[in-house]
Antibody, heavy 120, light 107 residues
Framework: QLRLQESGPGLVKPSETLSLTCTVSGGSTSTTSYYWGWIRQPPGKGLEWIGT???????FYNPSLKSRVTISVDTSTNQFSLKLNSVTAADTALYYCARSGYTFGYIDYWGQGALVTVSS | DIQMTQSPSTLSASVGDRVTITCRASQSVSIDLAWYQQKPGKAPKLLIY???SLESGVPSRFTGSGSGTEFTLTISSLQPDDFATYYCQQYYSYPYTFGQGTKLEIK
C-alpha cells in the first residue's frame, strides 16, 4: 500500500523559505508511471494545486506561485520536496503531498497533510 | 487558467435523500474531471475520475456525469458517512484547478 508522509517545520517566519519533504513508502518515485506533487489548503478554505515533478526532474508549476516555487525529486531517497520562498501570512496552509498519473492528472494518493504557519 | 465553479456551496439534506452537486468549467475540459470527498482533519479522497469512473472501493451510490463544461456528482441515497465537503478538479490542462467545494450538511 502506497503511503506518503510530509515532514518539515510547522512555523516559518515571513520572507523566509518554506521547505517540506514527502517520503514515499510502498512505491517508488523513480517510476515512469506517476507524477509527484503538492497541493495546499488554507485553514477553512479550498484546495490549490501548487505543482508537480516527474522522476526525471521535469516540473509543472501553478503560474500564481511559479516565481517562488521549486519542486524536486530525489529518487535515491524516494522523496520529493517543496520549497516556497518569500512567504507571507497568505501562505499559511495545510500542505499535502500527492501522486497523480503520467497519463492522468487526478490524484489517487494523498499524504495526511502538514500544517505550516507563517508568523514572526 | 480554467476556473471551476461548484454549486451549491452548501447543501442541507437528510439521510436517504438523493442529492446532486454541479461543477462548471470556464472552458471545455473534455471528460478530464475528478471528484473528491473531504472530511474534517483528513486529506481528500478520490471518488470519481474521468467524469464517471468510480474509484475502487467507492460505493455505487456515487455517480458522475457530464462533459465539456458541465458536470454533476449525484449521491443516490445519502448515508451518514456521506456528510462531508466535495470538490471537483479538472486535469485537462495545467495548472490543475479545483472547485471551491460544496459542503453537504445534515438537515
Amino acid at each position: 500500500q502506497l503511503r506518503l508522509q510530509e515532514s518539515g517545520p510547522g512555523l516559518v517566519k515571513p520572507s523566509e523559505t518554506l521547505s517540506l519533504t514527502c517520503t514515499v513508502s510502498g512505491g517508488s518515485t523513480s517510476t515512469t508511471s506517476y507524477y509527484w506533487g503538492w497541493i495546499r489548503q488554507p485553514p477553512g478554505k479550498g484546495l490549490e494545486w501548487i505543482g508537480t515533478v516527474y522522476y526525471s526532474g521535469s516540473t509543472f508549476y501553478n503560474p500564481s506561485l511559479k516565481s517562488r516555487v521549486t519542486i524536486s525529486v530525489d529518487t535515491s531517497t524516494n522523496q520529493f520536496s517543496l520549497k516556497l520562498n518569500s512567504v507571507t501570512a497568505a501562505d499559511t496552509a495545510l500542505y499535502y503531498c500527492a501522486r497523480s498519473g503520467y497519463t492522468f492528472g487526478y490524484i489517487d494518493y494523498w499524504g495526511q497533510g502538514a500544517l505550516v504557519t507563517v508568523s514572526s | 487558467d480554467i476556473q471551476m465553479t461548484q454549486s451549491p456551496s452548501t447543501l442541507s439534506a437528510s439521510v436517504g435523500d438523493r442529492v446532486t452537486i454541479t461543477c462548471r468549467a470556464s472552458q471545455s475540459v473534455s471528460i478530464d474531471l475528478a471528484w473528491y470527498q473531504q472530511k474534517p482533519g483528513k486529506a481528500p479522497k478520490l471518488l470519481i475520475y474521468k467524469t464517471s469512473s468510480l474509484e475502487s472501493g467507492v460505493p455505487s451510490r456515487f455517480t458522475g456525469s457530464g462533459s465539456g463544461t458541465e458536470f454533476t456528482l449525484t449521491i443516490s441515497s445519502l448515508q451518514p458517512d456521506d456528510f462531508a465537503t466535495y470538490y471537483c478538479q479538472q486535469y485537462y490542462s495545467y495548472p490543475y484547478t479545483f472547485g471551491q467545494g460544496t459542503k453537504l450538511e445534515i438537515k
